[in-house]
């Protein structure tokens, strides 16, 4: 009888992890670059997204375009949040972690494109895909003020 509940609660445990939902890109390297202003709200950025599936990769690159636009900036484009990624994370980590778990972030991605195809990266499990992400910074911005998150916001 011991085993089997000792068996039950592994079962359970395996399932918990299988999903949790990462809040942060996998860092497999690999930057985010400004690849042209549509006009002062909007813009195309580009990434490559990993996973092990076209889904995978697409999702994490959403994440790392979102990232990039909070925490790092572009040219012409100033930083959203005015603080470092860590002290933010500690004082909104509620904020942070329903707009992760929920997909907000899906909010302000106005576009998607692949640029290229699903390759393996040489001595990983894992395979990485380019994409161009269109994002709307100021309903971003705008959606970070009503919710009172970023009390130094930088964007332009």
């Known amino acids: ?22 809040v942060k890109p996998v860092e497999y390297g690999g930057s985010v670059n400004l690849i042209r202003e549509i006009d002062k709200n909007t813009i195309v950025l580009r990434t490559l997204g990993y996973g092990k599936k ?13 990232r990039a636009v909070l925490y790092i900036g572009f040219q012409g484009h100033s930083k959203l949040i005015n603080e470092s990624e860590t002290s933010f994370e500690a004082k909104h980590g509620d904020f942070l972690n329903t707009f992760w778990e929920q997909k907000r972030y899906k909010d302000f991605i106005t576009g ?8 393996k990266v040489k001595g990983q499990k894992v395979k990485s895909m380019p994409f161009d992400v269109t994002v709307n910074v100021k309903a971003f911005r705008q959606y970070l003020i009503q919710n009172k998150v970023g009390g130094g916001l930088g964007f332009r």
């Open 1 to 22: 009888m011991r085993k089997v509940l000792y068996l039950l609660l592994f079962v359970f445990a395996c399932g918990l992890t299988a999903t949790a939902r990462k």
């Open 54 to 66: 076209e889904a995978n990769a697409r999702e994490d690159a959403e994440v790392r375009v979102i």
């Open 112 to 119: 998607i494109v692949s640029v290229g195809s699903l390759e």
